[in-house]
């Protein structure tokens, strides 16, 4: 089993920043790609930013310049710090991590629970 678990989340004011946090833990041999989404009630999960085992990153055009993903292999985590934040930030963020349990096998997908971030004055 692997777990990912979230934290930073919180109520900020329009142009604040926050950063969060997702460790990993459990069954874990290695990682590949690691990842933030967000999602509002309603609307489909859509990609914030995601960053290779190598440390490249990938960014939506929404947040480029704003948003900078970060992660610690040793310490299986992944970052999000989140810069000029806008009310249209507010979303609920998921952490994701593609996690090989084995030497050999697949990776497989893991989503956290999910952490608020809420932008508004």
């Known amino acids: 089993q692997v777990q990912l678990v979230e934290s930073g989340g919180c109520s900020v004011q329009p142009g604040g920043s926050l950063r969060l946090s997702c460790a990993a833990s459990?069954?874990?041999?290695?990682?590949?790609?690691m990842g933030w989404y967000r999602q509002s009630p309603g609307k489909e999960r859509e990609l914030v930013a995601t960053i290779t085992s190598d440390g490249s990153a990938n960014y939506a055009d929404s947040v480029k310049g704003r948003c900078t993903i970060s992660r610690d292999n040793a310490k299986s985590a992944v970052y999000l710090q989140m810069n000029s934040l806008k009310a249209d930030d507010t979303d609920v963020y998921y952490c994701?991590?593609?996690?090989?349990?084995?030497?050999?096998?697949?990776?497989?997908?893991?989503w956290g629970q999910g952490t608020q971030v809420t932008v508004s004055s």
């Open positions: 459990g069954r874990i041999f290695s990682i590949s790609d």
């Open positions: 994701n991590a593609g996690v090989r349990s084995a030497y050999v096998g697949p990776f497989r997908g893991y």
